[in-house]
């Protein structure tokens, strides 16, 4: 059994900056991608930032350099900085793990951005 905790989140004034956290624990191997998707209501689910393979990183269009995503391969966790907030930053954002080709999710942390 897998599981995806997060941590970090909450309410930041648009500017402001956040610190996401996912730690991933049970049993985890052919791990192939680690790392954040968000989304609004009544829209998909979209990629923030993944790093696959443990050096090739990925980020969204959206991002334009504003967040960092960061992991340590041996501990299973990677952090989402989030800086230069925008209202339209405002989802849940949920932690993504690939194993293999099986997708595992976190609970979701809710992001609110205010303008």
């Known amino acids: 059994q897998v599981q995806l905790e997060e941590s970090g989140g909450g309410l930041v004034q648009a500017g402001g900056s956040v610190r996401l956290s996912c730690v991933a624990s049970?049993?985890?191997?052919?791990?192939?991608?680690m790392g954040w998707y968000r989304q609004v209501p009544g829209k998909q689910r979209e990629l923030v930032a993944r790093?696959?393979?443990?050096?090739?990183?990925k980020y969204g269009d959206f991002v334009q350099g504003r967040f960092t995503i960061s992991g340590d391969n041996a501990k299973n966790t990677v952090d989402l900085q989030m800086n230069s907030l925008k209202p339209e930053d405002t989802a849940v954002y949920y932690c993504?793990?690939?194993?293999?080709?099986?997708?595992?999710w976190g609970q979701g942390t809710q992001v609110t951005v205010s303008s």
């Open positions: 993504h793990l690939l194993l293999g080709t099986r997708n595992y």
């Open positions: 049970g049993t985890i191997y052919n791990k192939n991608a």
């Open positions: 790093i696959f393979k443990g050096d090739i990183y």
